[in-house]
């Protein structure tokens, strides 16, 4: 069974640009969750989308949004970037019920000039 | 404020040591605390622990819930140099997941 996939995988943008990232969850899943992790404050939830709502939300601001599509497919998006933004962006899905197993992809390294 | 705390930052052992890995919380509406392998690529998944006094074991690796002193170990004896990487504790609450900023382990052959 194929693995979570994100694309890209790395990308450079300019303050004040805004970028789209991917994720492809494991078939069959249909959560995805986003998480952004820095050296400095370590992995933090984003937010969780299951069939094309968005169930979760962590303490980020409203630059950061993100959908799902019906083959559950999801992008986040970040808009205004900001130096702070640089981060890898990870994902991870899994079945969608509160006890299963997270899966994580191999991330977007984001990089923000 | 939901917080998980991790100790130590970092450790440094030789080849066949023991470790234990330490990680606290203080959540609301606590569901479930998951332990992963994080090297050089995203977070692989070890271990996810629901009640409290229960181990769970794979090879090498195990782990324990104290769900009334909020707690969990992650031990891992007869280290090897592979065994190296930042090992992170996540609680998952009623609506998200809280990670603690990770314990760094290296294994010197």
């Known amino acids: 069974k194929a693995g979570v996939t994100q694309t890209p995988r790395y990308l450079i943008k300019t303050r004040g640009q805004q970028v789209t990232l991917s994720c492809s969850p494991i078939?069959?899943?249909?959560?995805v969750s986003w998480y952004q992790q820095t050296p400095g404050q370590g992995l933090q939830f984003l937010f969780e989308y299951f069939s094309e709502t968005q169930r979760n939300k962590g303490n980020f601001p409203g630059r950061f949004s993100g959908r799902q599509f019906s083959n559950s497919r999801s992008e986040m998006n970040v808009s205004t970037l900001e130096l702070g933004d640089s981060a890898l962006y990870l994902c991870a899905s899994s079945l969608g019920q509160a006890t299963d197993t997270q899966y994580f992809g191999p991330g977007t390294r984001l990089t923000v000039l | 404020e939901d917080k998980v705390v991790q100790s130590p930052l970092s450790l440094v052992v030789h080849e066949g040591d023991t470790v234990t890995l330490n990680c606290s919380y203080e959540?609301?509406?606590?569901?479930?605390l998951l332990w992963y392998k994080q090297e050089k690529k995203a977070p692989t998944f070890l271990f996810m622990l629901?009640?409290?006094?229960i181990e769970k074991k794979s090879g090498r690796l195990s782990s324990i819930l104290d769900n009334k002193e909020l707690f969990s170990i992650l031990n891992i004896t007869a280290t090897q140099t592979g065994d190296s990487a930042v090992y992170l504790c996540a609680v998952e609450t009623g609506n998200q997941f809280y990670f603690g900023t990770g314990t760094s382990l290296t294994v010197i052959p």
């Open positions: 629901t009640s409290s006094g």
């Open positions: 959540v609301t509406n606590f569901r479930s």
């Open positions: 078939s069959g899943h249909r959560s």
